[in-house]
Nanobody, 113 residues
Framework: QVQLVESGGGLVQAGGSLRLSCVAS????????MAWFRQAPGKQRELVAD???????NYADSVKGRFTVSRDDAKSTLYLQMNDLKPEDTAVYFC???????WGRGTQVTVSS
């Protein structure tokens, strides 16, 4: 069964940090281009960061220098380290296979001011 399961969300004060995890199963993770998306209330879902199978990463301008995407292929796990969080980072964060319609259910991140 193809599955992505996110964890690590929560409530944090502005300036704080969180680390999201996404465990993959049912497909070959180590050769997969993966991504994190987020969706804030009333807004469209947006790409936050992606990472290729060769560990080349790209970031949205709004998170550059604050967020870091990484992967552990031995554990089939994708990570998103989020530092210096801002209230505008509040959203549901989703893990996705970049080139296939495979999504996790999301994890809520709330940043208080």
């Amino acid at each position: 069964q193809v599955q992505l399961v996110e964890s690590g969300g929560g409530l944090v004060q502005a300036g704080g940090s969180l680390r999201l995890s996404c465990v993959a199963s049912g497909f070959i993770f180590r050769t997969s281009h993966m991504a994190w998306f987020r969706q804030a209330p009333g807004k469209q879902r947006e790409l936050v960061a992606d990472i290729t199978a060769y560990n080349s990463a790209n970031y949205a301008d709004s998170v550059k220098g604050r967020f870091t995407v990484s992967r552990d292929d031995a554990k089939s796990t994708l990570y998103l380290q989020m530092n210096d969080l801002k209230p505008e980072d509040t959203a549901v964060y989703f893990c996705k296979h970049f080139r296939a319609d495979i999504w996790g259910r999301g994890t809520q991140v709330t940043v208080s001011s």
